[in-house]
T-cell receptor, first 117, second 114 residues
Framework: GENVEQHPSTLSVQEGDSAVIKCTYS??????FPWYKQELGKGPQLIID?????GEKKDQRIAVTLNKTAKHFSLHITETQPEDSAVYFC????????????????FGQGTILTVHP | SQTIHQWPATLVQPVGSPLSLECTVE??????LYWYRQAAGRGLQLLFY??????ISSEVPQNLSASRPQDRQFILSSKKLLLSDSGFYLC?????????????FGNGTRLTVT
């Protein structure tokens, strides 16, 4: 099955700096890569996603890049703010199974991002 | 717009007691539904998923079960809780039939088994 590795496990930056979180995946058939942000005591919220036919996607201060050959993808946050502090999860989704439109989403272990004012 | 509700938000139960966590989705029809468990604030483990009423698939063997009595209702249960069942339980939904539909999570239930 799919295996997703996420690094670093913790990341501390100063306000205004950039933050980069990297993930690798094992299943070359995976074709969808979302990123989630989880604040304390809440469920994860989707912040950006990328599909395998795209190499880069940007949404204001966040961007995701995908290298399918190397099987890795990264989240980039520029001009970080204290409210960016949270746990970030990457995930990878493989092919749908049996025509049920369910494709298992495998999550990385998360990165605790702390942005210091 | 679509919303997902989970309750209760927190729960403390003694070992051996039963469990019932409920999740409902509004604003969409025929969603895929999921139960995840998150231990120690990290790592999301898929427990169950459902592609329709009465259709439940289990990802890992465990002390828990799931049911989907209605299209937008998903219930996580146990007959007798174990200490190891403590954790943060998250319900999620995605669009059935849509390629690479993202997961939308509820705000979770913090379960402590004492």
């Amino acid at each position: 099955g799919e295996n997703v590795e996420q690094h670093p496990s913790t990341l501390s930056v100063q306000e205004g700096d950039s933050a980069v979180i990297k993930c690798t995946y094992s299943d070359s058939a995976s074709n969808y890569f979302p990123w989630y942000k989880q604040e304390l005591g809440k469920g994860p919220q989707l912040i950006i996603d990328i599909r395998s036919n795209v190499g880069e996607k940007k949404d204001q201060r966040i961007a995701v890049t995908l290298n399918k050959t190397a099987k890795h993808f990264s989240l980039h946050i520029t001009e970080t703010q204290p409210e960016d502090s949270a746990v970030y999860f990457c995930a990878a989704k493989g092919e749908d199974a049996g025509g049920t439109s369910y494709g298992k989403l495998t999550f990385g272990q998360g990165t605790i991002l702390t942005v210091h004012p | 717009s679509q919303t997902i509700h989970q309750w209760p938000a927190t729960l403390v139960q003694p070992v051996g007691s039963p469990l019932s966590l409920e999740c409902t989705v509004e604003g969409t029809s025929n969603p895929n539904l999921y139960w995840y468990r998150q231990a120690a604030g990290r790592g999301l483990q898929l427990l169950f998923y459902s592609v329709g009423i009465g259709q439940i698939s289990s990802e890992v063997p465990q002390n828990l079960s799931a049911s989907r009595p209605q299209d937008r209702q998903f219930i996580l249960s146990s007959k007798k809780l174990l200490l190891s069942d403590s954790g943060f339980y998250l319900c999620a939904w995605s669009v059935l039939g849509a390629l690479n539909s993202p997961l939308h999570f509820g705000n979770g239930t913090r379960l402590t088994v004492t």
